[in-house]
C-alpha cells in the first residue's frame, strides 16, 4: 500500500511545517522540502502506474522499496515530534533550536536512492499516451443497481418461497434456503420477508443474522427487539425505557422464555440469516413454539448439513446459478440500465462472453458490471477484462475471490486504502458512514484536492466504492444519500486476505489468534490493528506497538487486577492517530490517553469528566465520548477539532481572558457539536463557534428560567453556517406552553424537535426558513390537537416531513403550503383523523407512510391515492404498515398515564 504510505507522509511533513514553524528553519527547512518533493515525486509515479499499468508491467517490487522508505522516514518523525513533544511539556531543558536537524540528513540520503531507482525505472519505459482502460465514464454511466435490488433469475425462487410459507401444512415449517456465498440467499429472503401477502399472514416478523461470529445475548436481544418494535399497543416513553432495562438485565434463559412466551399462541415468521453451524440451531430451536398455527422459520446458510440437521423431513430449497440468458440480462441492466442505454451491438458478443465466465453467481456479475461501468465502451477495454477473468474464474465457483481480487487490483490507488480499511470492522456490522468517512480523514491517507475539504473527499471515495459494488448500503435518507453501509461477506474475504497480504491491517477473533500474533508481529509490522474480542494489557504490546498508527478494540477490554486505576500499555501507542475502545468503560479518566499527541480520532466510555488535559491532544479532530461530562474550559485550546460528541454536556464554560484571548478563543474548525444542554446556549459560545454545521440540544426547560428560554433559543441565530439542528427534552405530561419569539439560523436546512411541546402556533417561525429541506417532529415536538396553515404559512424548499407520536387530531393544509414536499410519513399519530386531501395535489409528492394511525387516516390517505390515479396521476406510491389502531377503548398504558397525572395533580 505503498500510495497510501506517500500520501500520509506528505500530510504529516506539511502538517509539521504548520504546526512547528520554529522547528523548520535553516537546513532542516531545506531537507524537509526536499522530502516533500521526492514524496511529491512517487505520488505521481504510483498514479501514472496505475494509469498505464499494462505498460508499465510488475512494479510490485519497486512499491514494496517505496514502502518501506516511506515508512521509515514517517516513523523517525513522528516518533520525534512525540518525544520533543513530551520534552516540552514536561522538562525544564530547552529543545534545540533545529530540533530534526540531526535526524533528517540520513533520511534524506534514503528517499533520494530510491527516488533515483525509480527514475531509472521510469526511463527504461516507452510510455504510450493512450489510457484506455480508465476510460471517462462520468457518475451518470455507473450502474446503479446493488445486490439487494437484483431480481433477475428469482422469479421462480420466490415464487416456491412463497408458497411454503403461505400454503400448508399448519404446523410450524422449517424453509431452508442453500447456496454458495454470493448466489443472493439474503436477497431471496429480504424479498420473502418485505413481500405484503407475507406481511399480512404473519402477525410476528423476525430478521436475525447470525454469521460465524455471534453473541447469543445480542442474538437474543436482536429477538425482543423485532418483538416489541411490532407492538401496537401505545407505550409512553417511561415504560418503554423499563422495558428495555428488564431486558438488558435479565439472563438468557429469562430471555428465552421471554420469547416463548411472547410468540405463543401467535403466527410468526423467524428469518435465520447466514447460519452456519448446528450449535445455533439447537440453541435457536429451544423458545420457537409451535403451535400448529402455520408458523414458518426460513434458514439461509451455505451448508447443507445444518439444514438436514434442523429440519430432516423438509426438503431444503438450493438456489441454482443463473443461466446465461439471465446473466447477460443482469450484466447487461447493471451497466447500461434496465430502460436506458442499449449495449452497442460490437460490445454484445464479448459482452456475453463476460457474462459467461463469471459462471452464474450474481455477485461475481455484480462485481465485473461495476467494473465494466468505469471503463471506456471500447471493445479494447472489454476485450482486456474478459481476459482477465478467463485466468481467474475456473470452473468451481468458490473462485469467486478470484473476481473480486480483480475488480481490487482494478482499483485507483486511491480508493485502495478506503476499501481495505473497512476490514477493521466486524462481519455484518453496521457501519455508519458518516462515521466510516472521519475515520479516512483520520488515517491520513487522503489525497489532497484543491478547493474540496478532506471530508468531501472521503465522501467521493465512499460514493466511488459503492458505485463498483464493492460496499453495499444498507440504510438510505430519503434522498438516496446513504446513512448506513457494510460489505458481503465474501468482499469482506478479499478485504482481510489482501489486507494482511499487503502489511496494511491485522484484525484478530479469538485470544488465542492475538497469541499467535504478538509472537510474529514484530516482522513484518501491521500500522492497523483490530480485536474483535476481549483482550488483556499485556497481551499484546511489545516493541513494534510504538509504531501503529491504528488501534480497534470492537470489544473493550479485560479489567486489570488488583487497585490499579492507570492504563499503563495504551502509553506503548505513542504514533497512534486513531483509538477507538468500544464496549468498555474506564472508571477513571485514563491519562495515558493524553500523551499520544498524534491522535486524530478518539472514541471510548469513562465515568469520569473528560480532564482538562485532553486539551494536549492538539492533533485531534474527533472526540467521542459516550458518557455524561462537564466539558473543561480547556478544550477550547483544541484548535483542530471537528467533531465534538459527548453524551450529555450539562457544562460547556466559555474561556475568559486568563485562559485565551483573541481569535485563539475560538473553535474555528468545530462543526459538530452534540450533546449540548440547552442551558449552556448563549451568544458568548455560539460566536466563538462560528461554523457549526450540526448541533444536537438536549435538556428539560425548566432547566431555564422562563425569561430567559426565548434568549437561549435567539443565540442560535448566530451560527450562520448551522445546517442541521436537533433539540431534544425530557418528556413532560402537561408542561407549560414556551415563549413564542425566537428566530432560528436562516442557513437550517434539517431540524428534529422531540418532547419540546411547542404550541402549532409557533410553526411560524419555522415555515420562514428559507432553506429548510426535512422537518422531523418527534413524541409531542409540538403540542395541541390542531394545526392550521394559512394560505401564506408555505414551507418553499421542505422535501421530507415526519410526525411521530402527537396528540394532533386536526390538520388543515394544502398543495400551496408545500409545494415541494417529496415525501410525507406519519407514524403513531393514533388522535389524527384524517390527511388534508389538498395534500395530494402537491406536483412533487412521491409517497405517503402510514405506520400504526387510525383507520380514519389511513381511509383518507387511500382515498387520496385513488382520486390521483383517476386523473392519471400514477407516480404517487401509498404505504400503510401494521394495522391501523381504532381508539375504542382506553389501553393498558394509557390508563398508566392518566393515573400518573393524577398522582401528580394530588401531590401538587
Not at 425 to 454: C, N, Y
Request: hydrophobic content about 35%; overall charge positive.
Amino acid at each position: 500500500m505503498a500510495y497510501a504510505d506517500v500520501v500520509s507522509l506528505i500530510q504529516t511533513l506539511k502538517q509539521l511545517m504548520q504546526q512547528k514553524p520554529r522547528w523548520i528553519i535553516g537546513d532542516t527547512r531545506k531537507m524537509i522540502e526536499s522530502l516533500l518533493n521526492s514524496a511529491g515525486y512517487f505520488q505521481n509515479f504510483l498514479e501514472k502506474t496505475y494509469m498505464r499499468r499494462q505498460f508499465f508491467g510488475n512494479s510490485e517490487e519497486l512499491e514494496r522499496v517505496i514502502r518501506i522508505a516511506v515508512n521509515d522516514i514517517e516513523n523517525v518523525i513522528e516518533l520525534k515530534m512525540h518525544e520533543y513533544n513530551l520534552l516540552e511539556h514536561c522538562s525544564r531543558v530547552g529543545l534545540p533550536r533545529q530540533p530534526l536537524c540531526d535526524d533528517l540528513p540520513p533520511l534524506v540520503e534514503k528517499i533520494d536512492f530510491v527516488k533515483r531507482k525509480m527514475m531509472r525505472f521510469v526511463t527504461n519505459k516507452d510510455l504510450p499516451s493512450r489510457d484506455y482502460l480508465l476510460g471517462h465514464s462520468s457518475s451518470r454511466r455507473v450502474a446503479s443497481l446493488n445486490l439487494e435490488n437484483v431480481v433477475v433469475g428469482l422469479e421462480d425462487d420466490l415464487m416456491k418461497v412463497m408458497r411454503r410459507l403461505t400454503g400448508p401444512p399448519s404446523g410450524r415449517e422449517i424453509v431452508s434456503i442453500l447456496g454458495m456465498g454470493g448466489i443472493g440467499k439474503t436477497t431471496l429472503a429480504k424479498k420473502v420477508y418485505h413481500h405484503p401477502e407475507v406481511r399480512n399472514r404473519f402477525d410476528v416478523h423476525i430478521w436475525i443474522t447470525i454469521s460465524q461470529e455471534y453473541q447469543t445475548r445480542d442474538l437474543l436481544l436482536g429477538i425482543l427487539s423485532c418483538i416489541f418494535q411490532l407492538k401496537n399497543e401505545v407505550q409512553n416513553e417511561t415504560y418503554r425505557l423499563a422495558v428495555g432495562d428488564e431486558i438488558k438485565e435479565s439472563s438468557d434463559d429469562q430471555r428465552m422464555d421471554m420469547i416463548h412466551k411472547k410468540l405463543k399462541y401467535r403466527r410468526y415468521l423467524v428469518i435465520m440469516d447466514d447460519i452456519w453451524s448446528k450449535g445455533i440451531w439447537d440453541l435457536m430451536t429451544r423458545f420457537f413454539p409451535d403451535d400448529n398455527n402455520g408458523s414458518r422459520i426460513i434458514l439461509t446458510s451455505r451448508h447443507k448439513e445444518v439444514a438436514e440437521h434442523a429440519d430432516p423431513d423438509s426438503n431444503p430449497h438450493e438456489m441454482s446459478l443463473l443461466n446465461s440468458d439471465n446473466s447477460w440480462k443482469l450484466l447487461h441492466d447493471k451497466v447500461f440500465g434496465s430502460q436506458h442505454d442499449v449495449c452497442p451491438c460490437e460490445l454484445e458478443k464479448i459482452g456475453k462472453q463476460v457474462a459467461q465466465k463469471c459462471q452464474g453467481l450474481p455477485l461475481a456479475l455484480l462485481v465485473v458490471a461495476g467494473h465494466l461501468s468505469k471503463l471506456s465502451r471500447t471493445r479494447e477495454c472489454w476485450d482486456d477484462v474478459a481476459k482477465t477473468i478467463s485466468k481467474i474464474v475456473a470452473s468451481e465457483p468458490d473462485k469467486c475471490l478470484g473476481v473480486l481480487a480483480m475488480s481490487y487490483s482494478y482499483l485507483p490507488h486511491h480508493l485502495k486504502a478506503c476499501f481495505l480499511s473497512i476490514g477493521v470492522f466486524p462481519e455484518d456490522f453496521v457501519i455508519a458512514t458518516e462515521r466510516l468517512i472521519q475515520l479516512w480523514v483520520a488515517e491520513g491517507f487522503l489525497r489532497h484536492e484543491r478547493l474540496k475539504s478532506m471530508e468531501q473527499v472521503a465522501q467521493e471515495c465512499l460514493v466511488d466504492l459503492i458505485s463498483r459494488n464493492l460496499i453495499l448500503v444498507r440504510k438510505r435518507r430519503f434522498n438516496g444519500e446513504p446513512i448506513t453501509c457494510g460489505v458481503h461477506d465474501l468482499v469482506r474475504d478479499l478485504i482481510l486476505r489482501q489486507g494482511e497480504k499487503e502489511k496494511f491491517l491485522k484484525v484478530t477473533r479469538t485470544h488465542d489468534v492475538i497469541t499467535r500474533f504478538i509472537d510474529t508481529a514484530s516482522k513484518p509490522h501491521v500500522h492497523r490493528y483490530s480485536s474483535h474480542s476481549r483482550i488483556s494489557q499485556g497481551d499484546y504490546w511489545n516493541s513494534t506497538s510504538s509504531l501503529t498508527r491504528t488501534l480497534y478494540l470492537f470489544n473493550g477490554l479485560k479489567h486489570a487486577p488488583g487497585p490499579s486505576k492507570q492504563i499503563p500499555f495504551l502509553g506503548r501507542f505513542k504514533l497512534l492517530r486513531v483509538l477507538a475502545i468500544l464496549h468498555y468503560t474506564f472508571q477513571d479518566f485514563p491519562l495515558e490517553i493524553t500523551k499520544l499527541v498524534h491522535l486524530r480520532y478518539l472514541e471510548f466510555n469513562c465515568h469520569d469528566d473528560l480532564q482538562c488535559s485532553v486539551s494536549e491532544l492538539y492533533n485531534l479532530q474527533n472526540l467521542i465520548f459516550g458518557r455524561h461530562s462537564d466539558l473543561p474550559v480547556e478544550i477550547w485550546k483544541m484548535k483542530l477539532l471537528k467533531h465534538l460528541e459527548v453524551k450529555n454536556i450539562s457544562s460547556f464554560p466559555v474561556p475568559s481572558s486568563t485562559h485565551t484571548t483573541g481569535s485563539s478563543s475560538k473553535l474555528q474548525n468545530l462543526e459538530v457539536l452534540s450533546d449540548l444542554s440547552i442551558s449552556c446556549c448563549s451568544n458568548e459560545m455560539f460566536t466563538r463557534t462560528p461554523n457549526l454545521k450540526r448541533l444536537k440540544l438536549h435538556g428539560a426547560w425548566e432547566e431555564c428560567r422562563r425569561d430567559t428560554i426565548s434568549q437561549k433559543l435567539n443565540s442560535l441565530y448566530c451560527l450562520t453556517e448551522l445546517e442541521i439542528l436537533k433539540i431534544i427534552c425530557s418528556r413532560k405530561l402537561y408542561p407549560q406552553p414556551l415563549p413564542s419569539k425566537y428566530v432560528l439560523p436562516t442557513s437550517l436546512m434539517k431540524l428534529t424537535l422531540r418532547c419540546t411541546y411547542l404550541p402549532w402556533e409557533d410553526m411560524a417561525n419555522i415555515v420562514t426558513l428559507p432553506n429548510l429541506k426535512v422537518l422531523k417532529i418527534k413524541d409531542n415536538g409540538f403540542d395541541g390537537d390542531a394545526w392550521r396553515l394559512s394560505d401564506e404559512e408555505i414551507f418553499n424548499q421542505l422535501k421530507f416531513l415526519l410526525i411521530d407520536r402527537t396528540n394532533l387530531k386536526r390538520w388543515k393544509a394544502g398543495s400551496v403550503n408545500f409545494p415541494k414536499l417529496q415525501r410525507l410519513v406519519l407514524k403513531r399519530c393514533i388522535y389524527l383523523e384524517e390527511i388534508p386531501k389538498d395534500i395530494g395535489e402537491i406536483y412533487t409528492l412521491e409517497s405517503i407512510e402510514l405506520l400504526n394511525c387510525r383507520t380514519s387516516a389511513a381511509k383518507s390517505v387511500k382515498e387520496i391515492q385513488e382520486e390521483q390515479e383517476s386523473m392519471g396521476n400514477d407516480c404517487l406510491s401509498v404505504h400503510i404498515h401494521d394495522k391501523p389502531c381504532k381508539i375504542q377503548t382506553i389501553s393498558n398504558d394509557c390508563l398508566l398515564i392518566i393515573l400518573t397525572v393524577l398522582v401528580e395533580s394530588l401531590n401538587a
